[in-house]
């Protein structure tokens, strides 16, 4: 029997959903298997999110594409973004109970999605799971009451990123003595199976001495440098630098307008349902960037993930006008520098690379259209061989492959097609990944190590053979 739940208070900003259905109306969708696609009664504009999905269940394919890794590997249609549309429908309808949130049928629908967003780019009507599952999340701790301490870690990674090099003892310790590993995994429920994320000893931002290059006549772009390739690979951070300027731009360093701290793109917090946290984090990157992307200066960012966010999430975080801007001007690094091959304005001297190249692409690249841009980059390479691997998400997806009831998924989303083309590969093959959570799954699954497509162009300019 369904109850009447009391009106939900969303945290992000579902306006852009209020007047679907307007024109036409729901009635008319066959959704949901039934004639009645209305959505939830409770829920606004969230309750018509959830209701974009028509039901005809293309994400049910498993033939090509990239949707969806959960539904993929487990071949359960309980793991599949219509049964999370479905769920959340019936759970905004009050059908299990007033607290829907806490439900175990909504927890369960969702425990499986890794926010890939496949389904916003393949689902033939865009539904954004990804986005609804973060309301869900964060409609759950309010619930509850508090955030979990393993969520509240993940989150908070970029608060206290600036002490992890001191914690690596830490890491070390774990991998040499087991009963570490489980017990973190008993307390924290951190996989004891897996590694955790080394930080380097001395951070990109810290160690870059100039904000802005010498490139005086150069054409402007900002480099947004966030907390994976600032702490734990600032070689990238590096390496990014280092083609921009050798391509002449006049690179500035995104830095904070007003506090020490660098800029975070809030990604950790909004993954985890902590979105004021990560409305907080949005907004300092917006009072440093806002100047830059008013001027129509490019903001280039490295980790997908992250740059995507400023383009995607922030329109949901209720963060008025400045979005817009700023939305125009982020570019991932291989979008900006394809964008300006084509505009016939890069110079970037690059020598050849007599190699083979295999190349994974991140989710959100995927999801943005952004494996183009990739594939037109890496061409520009003289002599190099390029082969890009067919396969979903690599399963770890944040924190979601660490998680200790998610480890074993996890791994299978991987087994699916990624590790084995990389275990077929030859050894002096190079990989390419640009997420770090992509590069960490590579490292766990098959003992290999991905670089990032900035490192590629890097060893191109210098024509240097070691790895
Ligand atoms: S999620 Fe998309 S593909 Fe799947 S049933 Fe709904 S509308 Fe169809
Ligand atoms: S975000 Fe990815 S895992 Fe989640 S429902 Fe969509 S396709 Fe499936």
């Known amino acids: 029997m369904s109850e009447k739940i009391s009106g939900i208070k969303t945290k992000l900003d579902w306006s852009a959903y209020e007047s679907y259905g307007s024109f036409g109306g729901f009635d008319s969708f066959d959704s949901f298997g039934t004639s009645d696609a209305a959505p939830a009664e409770s829920g606004g504009g969230y309750a018509k999110a959830a209701a974009v999905c028509m039901g005809k269940r293309h994400c049910h394919n498993k033939d090509k594409g990239v949707m969806c890794p959960s539904f993929r590997v487990t071949n359960d249609e309980k793991h599949s973004t219509h049964h999370r549309a479905v ?48 309301e869900a999340l964060a409609q759950r701790w ?114 904070p ?34 100047p830059f992307a008013a001027r ?39 979008e900006f520098l394809a964008r300006e091959h084509d505009a016939k304005r890069l110079t970037l001297p690059l020598k050849p690379l007599n190699e083979k190249v295999l190349v994974h692409g991140h989710c959100h690249q995927k999801a943005f259209g952004a494996m183009t841009a990739m594939q037109k980059v890496l061409r520009l390479i003289p002599e190099l061989e390029i082969e890009f691997i067919e396969a979903s998400c690599c399963g770890m997806a944040g924190s979601f492959g660490l998680e200790a009831e998610h480890a074993d998924i996890s791994m299978q ?16 093959t190079q990989l390419i990944a640009n997420g770090t959570s992509c590069r960490h ?16 162009l890097q060893r191109a300019m210098r024509n240097d053979p070691t790895r």
């Open 441 to 456: 799954q590579i490292r766990d699954g098959a003992a290999r190590e991905a670089k990032h497509l900035a490192q590629i």
């Open 257 to 290: 307008a007003t506090d020490e701290r660098p800029l975070c793109c809030g990604r950790t917090f909004l993954s985890s349902g902590l979105i004021d946290e990560a409305r907080a984090e949005a907004t300092r990157l917006l009072d440093a960037i806002t």
């Open 142 to 255: 309010i619930a509850l009451g508090r955030v979990p301490l393993r969520e509240r870690l993940f989150a908070y990674t970029p608060r206290f990123a600036a002490h992890l090099k001191r914690l690596n003892w830490i890491n070390t310790l774990r991998e040499r003595i087991p009963l570490i590993a489980q017990g973190m995994e008993h307390w924290l429920g951190i996989a004891a199976r897996r590694s955790l994320p080394q930080a380097a000893a001395r951070d990109f931002l810290t160690s870059q001495p100039q904000a802005v290059t010498a490139n005086e006549n150069g054409r402007e772009v900002v480099l947004l440098v966030d907390t994976f390739s600032n702490h734990l690979d600032p070689q990238i951070a590096q390496a990014a630098w280092d083609v921009l300027q050798a391509a002449g731009y006049k690179v500035h360093l995104a830095k």
């Open 87 to 134: 769920t959340l429908k019936a759970a905004l309808d009050g059908n299990y109970g007033a607290h829907p949130f806490m439900s175990e049928e909504l927890t369960a629908a969702m425990s499986l999605c890794v926010s890939c967003k496949g389904c916003k780019s393949e689902c033939p009507h865009g539904v954004d799971m990804a986005l609804l599952r973060v």
């Open 413 to 428: 989303m991987a087994e699916l097609a990624l590790l084995p083309k990389i275990r077929a590969a030859t050894p002096d």
């Open 296 to 334: 129509g200066i490019p903001v280039i960012g490295l980790e997908p993930s992250c740059l995507l966010m400023l383009r995607d999430e922030y329109h949901a975080l209720g963060l008025g006008e400045r979005v817009t801007a700023l939305a125009k001007s982020a570019l991932l690094l291989e």
